[in-house]
């Protein structure tokens, strides 16, 4: 079954809530409750635009399963050592780009800022999320999660998911 014009409005509205809902549990520093946001068999990769267009695999993060992005959180939480930050991702453009009864092929532009301890502000990354989700209850879960960046470079190191 695929979805009508009507019924992509209302995808779209819920699918903006989940994105917000995913960019506030990373700003807000909740990385334990990050991993709920995958299926257990996803894939997370955070790529340049350039492999991403020329179909390398290879990224600046490549978890294939969600045990995977627990480690990355444990990692982070017990072993390593990096300059506090405050992170605010920002989300729009969310658009539906094939709906199914049980799985949604979805995009969304992100821009996230970054503020070390004692310096201003600036722009840590931009891009485009390329996902997969499905269904579950009332919500959605992430099959799959491209984090396509457009920078050139990342300024400081990528720490906390994007």
């Not at 894939?43 to 490549?62: F, M």
């Not at 539906?96 to 301890?117: H, K, P, R, Y």
């Not at 722009?123 to 269904?135: A, E, H, K, S």
Request: hydrophobic share 40%; proline share 3%.
């Amino acid at each position: 079954m695929t979805t009508t014009v009507t019924d992509t409005s209302a995808l779209r509205a819920q699918l903006r809530d989940f994105y917000d809902d995913y960019a506030a549990c990373l700003d807000e520093g909740r990385l334990e409750d990050w991993p709920a946001f995958f299926t257990e068999d996803c894939h997370y990769r955070v790529l340049s635009r350039e492999n991403y267009d020329a179909g390398l695999p290879i990224g600046l993060i490549y978890c294939m399963n969600k045990n995977m992005l627990k480690d990355r959180v444990t990692a982070l939480r017990e072993t390593t050592v990096y300059e506090p930050r405050a992170l605010r991702h920002f989300v729009s453009g969310v658009r539906v780009i094939e709906a199914g009864a049980d799985e949604i092929v979805a995009q969304a532009n992100f821009m996230i800022t970054e503020a070390l301890s004692d310096r201003e502000p600036v722009l840590n990354m931009v891009g485009i999320y390329r996902d997969v989700l499905v269904r579950d209850g009332g919500g959605f879960l992430l099959r799959r999660r491209d984090c396509v960046h457009d920078n050139y470079r990342v300024r400081t190191s990528l720490i906390i998911p994007v």
